[in-house]
Nanobody, 125 residues
Framework: QVQLVESGGGSVRPGGTLRLSCAVP??????VGWFRRSPGQAREWVAC???????DYPVSTRGRFTFSKENANNILYLQMNSLKPEDTGIYYC?????????????????????WGQGTQVTVSS
């Protein structure tokens, strides 16, 4: 099974920025999501892009996180600005099956079938 590869994690101070990247061979047909698992918490969704380029973000990241894409190489970027300590966690990129296009992001995690290994983001003063 193809596994996605994330990169770009690191440590920053509150208010800082990071850009994560994920190579997704099945994009743009697949929808792609970013998730994070913070210490002691369940995995949560932080951003997604559907098969047509539409993006969505939860309230916790909206206005601070932005998806962008490099179509030529099927690389997706997650620009994270104004980072907060609560953004700390392991960030995972995930993609849906390319057999189905998504207009709007999947509402359930179960639709994401290919995952990356994760990249650590630490926001601390």
């Amino acid at each position: 099974q193809v596994q996605l590869v994330e990169s770009g994690g690191g440590s920053v101070r509150p208010g800082g920025t990071l850009r994560l990247s994920c190579a997704v061979p099945s994009f743009p047909r697949a929808a792609v999501g970013w998730f994070r698992r913070s210490p002691g918490q369940a995995r949560e969704w932080v951003a997604c892009i559907d098969s047509f380029g539409g993006t969505d973000y939860p309230v916790s990241t909206r206005g601070r996180f932005t998806f962008s894409k490099e179509n030529a190489n099927n690389i997706l970027y997650l620009q994270m600005n104004s980072l907060k300590p609560e953004d700390t966690g392991i960030y995972y990129c995930a993609a849906t099956s390319p057999s189905k296009s998504w207009a709007g992001c999947p509402a359930e995690d179960k639709h994401y079938i290919t995952w990356g290994q994760g990249t650590q983001v630490t926001v601390s003063s």
